[in-house]
């Protein structure tokens, strides 16, 4: 298996619901990363788990909590969304977190989230 | 804080011309560059990684160059057909887990 997979593809909810995304990777990779792309911009990093620790988080809101619950999984719970929020989260993984210049990071296809 | 950019940001060319797409960064001090490739709507396809300490890297129809000390990159696309209309991003890596600090990217179509 070579791929990223992420679910739901879509997803609409309203601002007083509580959802999550989901992806995973069975490539043996122990890096992983949540991004948010914003239509006709490029992504922009979100979070990054290393060896399923918590490494980076770059300043993101509260109402956005991810999980790492094993080497293969990335969640995120979202809860309490504003319309803003609203755009294609995108999940990618890399072997290793701590190899520099090998570091090459897969993507999956990503989940278009829609706030009402 | 690490800004890159890409130029031209939209280009049309006819099938069978080579081409080529920029990046330039401001901060040198990277592990390594990659090139991506997104369809309207999808996520991103891996094209090319190049490391800090190479300058150039080949798969396909694709070559990808770095100058490291003068902040640049390029991906040059040798006879381009239709189904090379995309989106192609630059991002540069950076810092623990190789941070990935994306370009603004260049959209291109290829017509018949």
């Known amino acids: ?116 | 804080k690490q800004e890159v950019t890409q130029i031209p940001a939209a280009l049309s060319v006819p099938e069978g011309e080579n081409l080529v797409l920029n990046c330039s960064f401001t901060d040198s001090a990277i592990y390594n560059l990659q090139w991506f490739r997104q369809d309207p709507g999808k996520g991103l396809t891996s094209l090319l990684l190049i490391q800090s300490s190479q300058r150039e890297q080949t798969s396909g129809r694709l070559n990808a160059s770095l100058d490291k000390s003068s902040g640049r990159s390029t991906l040059y696309i040798a006879a381009s057909q239709p189904g090379d209309s995309a989106t192609y991003l630059c991002a540069v890596g950076t810092g623990t887990a190789s941070k990935l600090t994306f370009g603004t990217g260049t959209r291109l179509q290829v017509t018949l």
């Open chain 1, 1 to 116: 298996d070579t791929e990223v997979t992420q679910t739901p593809k879509h997803l609409v909810m309203g601002m007083t619901n509580k959802k999550s995304l989901k992806c995973e990777q069975h490539m043996g990779h122990r890096a992983m990363y949540w991004y948010k792309q914003k239509a006709k911009k490029p992504p922009e990093l979100m979070f990054v788990y290393s060896y399923e620790k918590l490494s980076i988080n770059e300043s993101v809101p509260s109402r956005f909590s991810p999980e790492c619950p094993n080497s293969s999984l990335l969640n995120l719970h979202l809860h309490a969304l504003q319309p803003e929020d609203s755009a294609l989260y995108l999940c990618a993984s890399s072997l290793r977190p701590d190899s520099g210049a090998y570091n090459e990071q897969f993507f999956g296809p990503g989940t278009r989230l829609t706030v009402l």
